[in-house]
Each structure stands twice: as structure tokens, then as C-alpha cells.
């Protein structure tokens, strides 16, 4: 899951994102978060959007981030939360009340 991303459409690496940080806790506890980058990755989503535009295929993008892998939970309530930013003042949060089946 990613605790920050960026994409963009020209050639883009955790190098351009110096300042970048990332967390995840999964009930407490912190799960180790990696700072990677790809692509190019398609993208795609509503017709008319920003991204992608009048295009049904989507549009390739280079993505770099933080990023976390959680191993598959045991079954009942757990408590996920997710920070991260670009360092610039820029930050996305999630708190998120699970249940697992």
C-alpha cells in the first residue's frame, strides 16, 4: 500500500523526492515502509478526467513513493492508519477500522 505516491508523466525516482516521508501502523504496531519507484504504470480512470482525459486506455505514468507490504491479518478487528507527505507541507492521512474475515 502506498503511504505516499506521486506520479507523473515524465521520468520520476525517489531522488527527485528528497523530503518525502511515509508511515503505516497496523494496530500499534509499525510496519516497515520502503521508498521505491516504477513505471511506467498505466493509469486509468472516469472518462474526462485530469489524468487521462478522452482516452479509454489511460495514460502511462512513472510513480515514486513510500510504500508498505502488511503479510495477511488474522481474522477480526484491527486498526490501520497511514501517514505521509512530500515534505513540502503536502500530507494525505487514513485511519481506517477494519474487520477482517
Request: hydrophobic share 40%; with cysteine; glycine share 12%.
Amino acid at each position: 500500500m502506498p503511504a505516499f505516491c506521486m506520479w507523473s508523466r515524465s521520468m520520476l525516482t525517489n531522488a527527485d523526492l528528497p523530503r518525502s516521508f511515509g508511515f503505516v501502523k497496523l494496530d500499534g504496531e509499525e510496519v516497515p515502509v520502503s521508498a521505491n519507484s516504477s513505471g511506467p504504470v498505466r493509469v486509468r480512470g472516469a472518462l474526462g478526467n485530469p489524468v487521462n482525459g478522452v482516452s479509454l486506455f489511460g495514460t502511462k505514468m512513472q510513480v515514486a513513493g513510500h510504500w508498505a507490504y502488511v503479510e495477511p491479518i488474522a481474522p477480526g478487528p484491527h486498526l490501520l492508519e497511514i501517514h505521509g507527505g512530500d515534505g513540502h507541507g503536502w500530507t494525505t492521512s487514513v485511519r481506517a477500522e477494519i474487520t477482517a474475515v
